[in-house]
């Protein structure tokens, strides 16, 4: 089965506690790629990879790092959350060189507080 | 439809009727195009995809109509049932690597 699995869902933390967000995809794609969420302003592109080591900036990419250093895990870093952080976030793996179409996780909120 | 602001457009929908949720996108170089829904506190989930070399696709109780010529795009949705009830958002993309374009989305309401 297909599956974008994000750790943690629920988190609340402090402002300025590094914190990270997993990502893992089982089914070998190549692209990954991070949102956030957020009413009124829909999806919006944090980050994205094109392979292992190949990482890039979406729209929103201020405050967050991520790595890609194995195909499956693509986790977002927050070194120094502040509240504008607070939001929902997705991964998604992009399947479509397979013949697949792009899936996303179950979300992680996030709270900062 | 699609929609500015913080409110999404609401389509409610008697149980057992065909829904008919609309989409405009933007890109015209855009090639392949997604309807996912969203369910409260879930990440969105595939419903259909079609790709610009094609009008029409057509899933389990669902369809997808693509005019390039107008960029709309729409998702119909047969028999529409209470589990059907989500936020649906249409996606548009290049097949070359790209970020996805997301619409707003449209709040379903399915009533008995």
């Known amino acids: 089965e297909a599956q974008v699995t994000q750790n943690p869902r629920y988190l609340i933390t402090v402002t300025g506690k590094k914190l990270t967000v997993t990502c893992s995809q089982n089914?070998?794609?190549?692209?990954m790629s991070w949102y956030r969420q957020d009413p009124g302003l829909g999806l919006r592109q944090i980050y994205y990879s094109m392979n292992v080591e190949v990482t890039d900036k979406g729209d929103v990419p201020e405050g967050y790092k991520v790595s890609r250093k194995e195909k499956r895990n693509f986790p977002l870093i927050l070194e120094s959350p502040s509240p504008n952080q607070t939001s929902l976030y997705f991964c998604a793996s992009d399947g479509r060189s397979s013949g697949n179409t792009i899936y996303f996780g179950e979300g992680s909120w996030l709270t900062v507080v | 439809g699609e929609s500015v602001g913080l409110h999404l457009p609401t389509l409610s929908v008697q149980e057992g009727d065909n829904s008919i949720i609309n989409c405009a996108y933007s890109?015209?170089?855009?090639?392949?195009f997604i309807w996912y829904k969203q369910e409260s506190g879930k990440g969105p989930q595939f419903i259909i995809d079609?790709?610009?070399?094609?009008d029409k696709r057509q899933g389990q109780r669902v369809t997808v109509l693509l005019n390039k010529t107008v960029k709309h795009l729409s998702l119909q949705i047969a028999a529409t049932q209470p589990g059907d009830s989500a936020v649906y958002f249409c996606?548009?993309?290049?097949?070359?690597?790209?970020?996805?374009?997301f619409g707003a989305g449209t709040q379903v309401v399915v009533t008995p």
């Open positions: 996606a548009e993309n290049s097949l070359i690597w790209g970020k996805l374009q």
């Open positions: 890109n015209s170089a855009s090639d392949y």
């Open positions: 079609i790709r610009s070399n094609m």
């Open positions: 089914m070998n794609h190549e692209y």
